[in-house]
Nanobody, 121 residues
Framework: QVQLVESGGGLVQPGGSLRLSCAASGRFARINYISWYRQAPGKQRELVAAIARTGSANYADSVKGRFTISRDNADSTVYLQMNSLKPEDTAVYYC???????????????WGQGTQVTVSS
């Protein structure tokens, strides 16, 4: 069983910052990729940022220059530093990952429970 647990969401004023964390736990050998998605009310879930095991990262155009994804392979945690937040960043943010289990099998499409980010004055 592999679990992803997000934390760090909350209410912040426009222009403010938040740092989200996603911690992976369970019986896995390594995390192959890990991403942040978000879903605003009435909208589809969208990819925000992703990072490979090599550290290579990519971002949605709407967050480039404002958000930074990073990972700590030692403790299997990924972070999303969000700066210059805008009201349109308001959404539930989800962590998504693919791992290699200790058995050698691949397990894709793992999701956390989500953390609410609200940007409002």
């Amino acid at each position: 069983q592999v679990q992803l647990v997000e934390s760090g969401g909350g209410l912040v004023q426009p222009g403010g910052s938040l740092r989200l964390s996603c911690a992976a736990s369970g019986r896995f050998a390594r995390i192959n990729y890990i991403s942040w998605y978000r879903q605003a009310p009435g909208k589809q879930r969208e990819l925000v940022a992703a990072i490979a095991r090599t550290g290579s990262a990519n971002y949605a155009d709407s967050v480039k220059g404002r958000f930074t994804i990073s990972r700590d392979n030692a403790d299997s945690t990924v972070y999303l530093q969000m700066n210059s937040l805008k009201p349109e960043d308001t959404a539930v943010y989800y962590c998504n990952a693919g791992v290699t289990l200790t058995t050698g099998l691949l397990r894709d499409g793992l999701w956390g429970q989500g953390t609410q980010v609200t940007v409002s004055s």
